[in-house]
């Protein structure tokens, strides 16, 4: 049951034109994440790797509404966590239907005008031999009216916005947990940290956390690290990072942690 809370994983950028907007209307954290007894603080939740590298993605909404959006996302997810991946990779599938009523294991996308976030990888129901896997929630906003307000316009940065928030939310979905949980940031960049501290200690730190790489402050999900107004990239920790998830995938063998420079 573990696997299944839901990690609120919104995305702010270190810029200031956004934390007044997006701070001032980010939901808190369900209470129930800030828990879990866990001290450390990591780049991935190993409780999260997916079992296959094969992912189904499909859209909880009306399949004539957002269409262009929905079009953006799928282009911005596919070519930046598989296109531009060489080697083994994770393939989230070439149609991206509306989700059918089966409750299975797979990236189910919910738009709504509210704070974008993700459940952390591979989600499960029970326990033991009765473990099952369910779905893995990514929500989406595609208007900014009611959050992130300084991405509603001009049309070019609403389009970045809505592709850098889609790959920062499936890093989520794959995985990845914020590279601002990384223990060195307050070593490595006080200011950032210091904006972002009330969140970094009520933020969802992983089942199983795991750092992968040094601290990274040009990974797609760091806070400290502006993502908007350019197209989405992933840094080269962050496919680091990537392909030590795909080959835990593969191998059915926990990462090895981070061993220091
Ligand atoms: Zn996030």
């Given at each position: ?7 609120v994983s919104?995305?702010?950028a ?11 209307q ?26 296959t ?6 859209w ?7 269409v ?18 060489a ?37 499960t129901?029970g ?22 307000a ?6 070019y ?13 499936f ?9 601002q949980?990384?223990?060195?940031l ?5 200011y ?16 199983d ?6 601290y ?13 107004g350019?197209?989405?990239k ?27 420079p």
């Open positions: 049951m573990l696997a299944r809370f839901l990690a919104s995305l702010i270190l810029n200031p034109a956004f934390i007044s907007c997006a701070v001032a980010a939901a808190p954290p369900p209470k129930d994440l800030t828990t879990s007894g866990i001290a450390q603080h990591g780049i991935v939740d190993a409780s999260g790797i997916w079992p590298t094969t992912i189904d993605v499909c909880r909404s009306k399949a004539t509404l957002y262009a959006e929905k079009q953006l996302t799928k282009d911005a997810v596919t070519s930046n966590l598989h296109d531009n991946i080697g083994n990779r994770y393939s989230f599938g070439d149609v991206w239907p509306p989700c059918d009523n089966v409750k299975k294991a797979r990236i189910e996308i919910i738009i709504s005008d509210a704070q974008a976030y993700s459940n952390i990888g591979y989600q129901s326990t033991g031999y009765n473990r099952v896997g369910v779905p893995t929630k990514v929500f989406l906003d595609f208007t900014f009216v009611k959050w992130n300084n991405c509603a316009k001009p049309t940065y609403r389009t970045t916005c809505i592709q850098n928030i889609a790959v920062h939310e890093m989520h979905s794959i995985g990845f947990l914020h590279e949980l990384n223990p060195d307050p070593k490595k960049d006080p950032c940290y210091s904006i972002y501290k009330g969140e970094i200690a009520n933020d969802f730190h992983g089942v956390p795991i750092i992968i790489t040094s990274d402050p040009d990974s797609q999900v760091n806070y400290c690290n502006n993502i908007y350019r197209p989405p992933l840094s080269l920790k962050d496919i680091t990072t990537y392909k030590v998830l795909v080959a835990a995938t593969l191998t059915r063998t926990r990462p090895t942690p981070w061993g220091g």
